[in-house]
């Protein structure tokens, strides 16, 4: 199950996201996506699922979930997909970090995701793709579900990663450790 949590906005990569599951489903057939949001794209990304006629592999909850089934949804999850175009700070891979979850993240442009996802190396912890490009982020997808072994490490890396860097207990503290190597 892959799962995408945010706005239904284009700067959020979800229209691409909603296309490279064609892509994604031609080799790995049982994967599903499950996108919970709302947002003015929520009758292009209903009107795109069904002219992709992927709406058995992509099921949508166009509303506002309470954080405790926001947190049920990422224990449920194999992947978070967050292909943002444009990120500042997002809070979403944190949060599927946490729940050591890989995650496959748009990094290009301006994006915080480049700063809290190791998409390389012995510490990496999930995919950075173009979020404006339907091809890499299935690319991005299908390299972790074709390895689930690495993806669940790349999981419980992320978990460690978010408690070293990304915790309330500390900020200062995790921020000059961040900033120091």
Not at 14 to 24: D, F, G, P, R, S
Not at 72 to 99: K, R
């Amino acid at each position: 199950m892959l799962l995408f949590v945010g706005r239904l906005t284009a700067v959020k990569g979800i229209v691409n996201l909603v296309k490279a599951m064609h892509m994604v489903t031609i080799k790995h057939p049982e994967a599903k996506l499950v996108i919970l949001g709302k947002g003015e794209l929520e009758q292009t990304v209903s009107e795109l699922i069904t002219k992709l006629n992927v709406g058995e592999k992509v099921k949508t909850r166009f509303e506002f979930v309470s954080e405790e089934e926001r947190i049920l949804h990422y224990g449920a999850c194999d992947i978070a997909v967050c292909p943002s175009l444009y990120e500042p700070f997002g809070i979403v891979s944190l949060e599927a970090m946490a729940m050591r979850k890989p995650v496959v993240v748009g990094a290009s442009g301006i994006s915080g995701f480049k700063d809290q996802v190791i998409p390389s190396g012995h510490e990496r912890t999930g995919v950075h793709v173009d979020g404006g490009s339907k091809a890499d982020i299935a690319w991005g997808i299908n390299t972790l579900l074709e390895n689930v072994q690495k993806a669940t490490e790349m999981g419980k890396r992320g978990r460690l990663r978010v408690e070293k860097y990304f915790s309330w207990e500390n900020p200062v503290q995790a921020e000059k450790r961040l900033l120091l190597e």
